[in-house]
């Protein structure tokens, strides 16, 4: 248990790091991890299915946060780029 805590709170100090899109899918397994590992054990899927929408709610707020001002842009290649938004 205390293993999955540890884990949980370093995915979540370093979805601040990464793109807003990575950080929601970080979000979202962290916290369908939690949600299973705090569950009652006839709860677990109800637990990580509420965990993991709370987890990338979560991880999308702190991905665009830290980018307040930057739009994510894909030119015709499918390449995509962070610039300033207009």
Do not use: F, H, W
């Not at 990580?48 to 830290?66: E, S, T």
């Amino acid at each position: 248990m205390k293993n999955i805590i540890l884990l949980s709170a370093l995915a979540l100090g370093t979805a601040a790091c990464v793109p807003a899109d990575q950080a929601t899918l970080g979000g979202a397994a962290t916290g369908a991890v939690l949600g299973a590992a705090v569950s009652d054990s006839d709860d677990r899927v109800e637990g990580a299915i509420i965990g993991a929408a709370v987890g990338g709610v979560a991880g999308n707020m702190i991905g665009r946060a830290n980018t307040p001002n930057d739009c994510v842009y894909e030119d015709r290649y499918g390449r995509r780029y962070v610039a300033p938004c207009p």
